[in-house]
């Protein structure tokens, strides 16, 4: 089974679940749909909870790839709100990812170690952002700045993804308007 072929098993993951749910996945219908025996899966993953691990360390390193890549601008605000848009669009992009990512009863941290890496590159991000924005900030108002974003940006993700917002903008154009005047107002307001 070579790299390709896991990356084939992690896309039938995804696709299984977007369609199914995490109930409906099953070893034997991600190898049918990646189009491999029904053992092969096995060769990189040794259970589901071992691909559900996988699709969570996968999905914050896209999160933090993003959010890297956004976050460039004249000033260190700029920064932050391109970053944030950027985690709002990778929930509004790659759902599944980010409803696995946030269930941390899904992943054994313990047996899985590289999504708790994962988990930490992305936040590191956000951490060297507030950082930037606030350098001589003290560390509790640092650690309530980055809590505060966090929680703005994720709050806004869900309720896009799977809740009110999502039915009240649905079109891509909207949502993008919506998010980018919520962002902008949050930044202006301290």
Request: glycine residues 6%.
């Amino acid at each position: 089974m070579t790299t390709d072929l896991k990356s084939q098993v992690l896309e039938a993951s995804v696709q299984l679940i977007a369609e199914q749910g995490l109930a409906g996945l099953s070893m034997r219908e991600v190898a049918r749909r990646a189009g491999v025996s029904h053992q092969a899966p096995y060769h990189y993953f040794d259970d589901k909870a071992a691909i559900v691990a996988a699709l969570v360390e996968r999905g914050f390193t896209l999160l933090s790839e993003r959010m890297e890549a956004a976050a460039h601008g004249s000033s260190p605000g700029q920064k932050l709100e391109r970053a944030g848009h950027a985690y709002v669009t990778f929930a509004l992009d790659e759902p599944v990812y980010f409803r696995l990512m946030f269930r941390p009863e899904l992943t054994d941290l313990r047996r899985f170690p590289g999504v708790e890496a994962a988990g930490a590159r992305a936040y590191a991000v956000l951490e060297r952002l507030v950082d930037e924005h606030a350098p001589r900030a003290a560390q509790a108002k640092r650690d309530a700045m980055v809590s505060m974003h966090w929680s703005l940006v994720h709050g806004l993700a869900t309720l896009l993804v799977d809740g009110p917002l999502g039915a009240e903008f649905p079109d891509a154009a909207a949502r993008t308007r919506h998010v980018e005047q919520v962002i902008k107002l949050f930044a202006t307001s301290f």
